[in-house]
């Protein structure tokens, strides 16, 4: 089962989230025949891809926002200049 398919959310997907809804158009039967399962698993594979790409992306950032965060944190520890005398 995939999530709701919209084009503007998918951009990488496009073109086999239409394959997909035309093979739907074609008849309404063909979704239960089996007729659009190869649409179905291409979208499942693309949609899987820009997933894992979104996770690598947000990995990336959540380690620089961890590294500012941790030379915050040492910063608030050390004591000012001026009071170290």
Do not use: Y
Request: glycine fraction near 6%.
């Amino acid at each position: 089962m995939h999530p709701p398919l919209e084009a503007h959310k998918n951009e990488g997907c496009d073109g086999v989230i239409e394959a997909l809804e035309e093979c739907h158009r074609a008849g309404s039967f063909n979704r239960f025949l089996g007729t659009c399962n190869d649409a179905k698993r291409a979208v499942d594979e693309c949609l899987k891809q820009e997933f894992l790409a979104q996770r690598e992306a947000n990995k990336g950032k959540s380690k620089e926002k961890r590294k500012r965060m941790e030379a915050i944190w040492k910063e608030m520890e050390e004591p000012p200049a001026d009071l170290k005398k």
